[in-house]
């Protein structure tokens, strides 16, 4: 097992769409392992591949789950997810903040769908599905989102993505070739 350079903004692999696992063998599942131990190494709560590089439909999750008093940890394979309407008014800077472990050391308050139903596949190619809400489904939504070639601050308001800009010049978040080792690098965000 090895943890990875997470890859920033910039990078085209997080701007593109990833492509579907095709072969569920071992190598996947190598890397499956490799992305738990890079997610653990990060304190993060979730990780898609092309975050260290890898342009397939795959992340992982290990969060609790507050709404449902319970410790959600798994991987989804080729997703597909559905989500409730995402509500018109503006983001609570206080309870709807969002980062990510390739945007380091920001946040910004995003609305997103309170539930959601993910269905995808597991690291052996069995159907599996996941309905979550509130924080949880937060989550699901933000890895979805990195598959598809989109980070959440692509997603921010006028207010807040006038914010994001200002951040991203003074700290150059438009290169590519610019990462981060988590558990040997200065944890961007603290922990
Ligand atoms: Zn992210």
Redesign the pocket.
């Known amino acids: 097992m090895a943890i990875h350079p997470i890859v920033v903004y910039g990078e085209p692999v997080l701007h593109r769409a990833a492509e579907p696992v095709v072969d569920f063998d071992d190598e996947l599942r190598l890397l499956i392992d490799d992305m738990f131990e890079t997610l653990a190494a990060s304190n993060g709560v979730?990780l898609?591949a092309p975050?260290i590089g890898v342009g397939r439909q795959i992340y992982v999750y290990d969060a609790d789950d507050e709404a449902a008093g319970v410790r959600r940890r798994g991987v989804f394979i080729n997703p597909v997810l559905v989500a409730s309407r995402i509500p018109d008014e503006r983001p609570d800077p206080e309870t709807e903040s969002e980062g990510?472990?390739?945007?380091p050391g920001l946040d910004f308050p995003l609305k997103r769908a309170h539930r959601v139903t993910v269905n995808g596949r597991d690291e052996t190619g069995a159907a599996v599905s996941l309905t979550v809400e509130g924080w949880f489904a937060r989550i699901m939504q933000?890895?979805y989102d990195?598959l598809q070639g989109t980070?959440?601050v692509d997603r921010l308001d006028r207010k807040w993505a006038k914010r994001w800009k200002r951040e991203q010049q003074e700290l150059g978040l438009d290169q590519p070739g610019v990462s981060w080792l988590p558990g040997t690098d200065e944890d961007p965000f603290g922990h």
């Open positions: 979730g898609a975050q990510c472990l390739s945007v933000h890895e990195h980070l959440y």
